[in-house]
């Protein structure tokens, strides 16, 4: 093939087919809750925020460890779209998606010891995500 | 003059716009603040709410903390507006989903709650 016929043949293949980053959005569909948005994490405070503050702001959690001691509250965040038709008229599209979560700890009193927001590797395994999440102290 | 001739295109226009839109999904009005809290459920009334009118009304709990203290039940929103347990729906039908979460006082009544979105 030569250069014209190799042009010619990308741009073709480049014309059915998107690939695009996308505004971080909760993807439709997804099994877990929306975003806990900043106001949210800004309105825990800590040593005077209890667990049963946490429940009533967020909801029940989606991972509960040692004893309740910690909580995961996980959402997940589409990052990429894409697209393609097919030479038939049919096609996929969808969203490249990954994990968030809130991890929450409470001290022996049940008030809030610590927060942070963990995000998974846009291109890393679940298996690792959820292993970070039972890990996490 | 028969009545179809009469139709012109900002009518023919709404009705096409309304056919189209008779397949699409409209979410529910969202339950915002106390007040819309409140008002979407009604049955729910700190001092007075027993825990066993709300495993009446919701069945079992989806969880439990701090020995029985606090309840949560996943709940779902029909498009009238009702609130109910959350069931498997057939494909077609989404409902939008909720998470109740309520505080018990030591007499077993309803002492906080919230009512929140969660997708």
Known sequence: MNARGLALTAGLTASSCIITPTVPHTPFGTEHRGEVGEGDFLALAMGSTTREDVLLLLGEPDLRRDDDRIFAFVWDEAW??????GMGGGGVAGEATRHLALMVSFD????????EVLKQPQTGLDKDWYSQLEKWR | MHA?????????????????????I????????EAGVRAAMPFVVPGETTREALLLRFGP??????DGRILTWRLQREDAGEILPKVRVSFGKIPWSYGLVVIFDAHGLVARFNLMEIG
């Open chain 1, 80 to 85: 990429l779209f894409f697209a393609a038709a």
């Open chain 2, 4 to 24: 179809f001739h009469r139709l012109r295109l900002p009518e023919l226009g709404g009705g096409i716009l309304l056919a189209i839109l008779g397949g699409c």
């Open chain 1, 108 to 115: 022996e009193s049940g008030r809030l010891a610590r927060k």
């Open chain 2, 61 to 66: 709990p989806s969880w439990t903390f701090e």
């Open chain 2, 26 to 33: 409209t979410p529910p009005p969202p339950i915002t603040g």
